[in-house]
């Protein structure tokens, strides 16, 4: 058995850890972190923009030459790149085409039949597996990741 009463673990502790200030303690700990960290990540730690794209899926917006644009957003996962379309109107669905490259989908022919938009993806993708599902106005096209695991060893010698 523990001899539980040498832990510092006892009722005074929560009336000590009470008196502390949380923003002492918060300036402290970016004090000491400023002092380890370089001075290019210290921006960092003052607003919590690093936190944001997982947060929330960006949505980007391209315009086309007719002035209208085309709202999508890009994610990933483990295994699929999605994208996902937002379509303001169902007959967009019979004039839309789709194709896609290793690294790029291209949209054509919405809002406006001359239309092109190019979509960079974040990581390289198959050339087949591609699925599309249509729900609540929105086109979510799920391409499965290409797996690239082409990679040699480099040996490294020693020099006397």
Same mark, same amino acid.
């Given at each position: 058995m523990l001899p539980w009463n040498f832990f510092p673990f006892n009722k005074k502790m929560n009336n000590q850890m009470g008196q502390f200030d949380?923003?002492?303690?918060?300036?402290?700990?970016?004090?000491?972190?400023? %002092?380890?960290?370089?001075?290019?990540?210290?921006?960092?730690?003052?607003?919590?923009d690093w936190m944001k794209p997982s947060q929330s899926q960006p949505r980007e917006q391209e315009s086309s030459p007719s002035g209208e644009s085309l709202s999508y957003s890009v994610f990933d996962t483990h295994n699929d790149v999605?994208?996902?379309?937002?379509?303001?109107?169902?007959?967009?669905?019979?004039?839309?085409?789709?194709?896609? @490259?290793?690294?790029?989908?291209?949209? +054509?022919q919405i809002p406006n039949a001359n239309d092109k938009h190019t979509i960079t993806l974040p990581s390289i993708v198959r050339k087949k597996g591609t699925t599309t599902s249509y729900k609540d106005n929105v086109? +979510?096209?799920?391409?499965?990741?290409n797996i690239d695991?082409?990679?040699? +060893?480099? +040996?490294? @010698?020693? %020099? @006397?």
């Open positions: 949380q923003n002492e303690i918060d300036k402290f700990v970016k004090q000491m972190m400023g %002092q380890m960290m370089p001075a290019q990540m210290q921006g960092m730690m003052s607003n919590h999605f994208v996902r379309i937002s379509i303001k109107e169902e007959s967009w669905l019979k004039q839309l085409k789709l194709y896609h @490259t290793s690294n790029q989908l291209m949209v +054509e086109l +979510e096209v799920k391409i499965p990741k695991m082409q990679y040699s +060893e480099i +040996e490294i @010698t020693e %020099q @006397t």
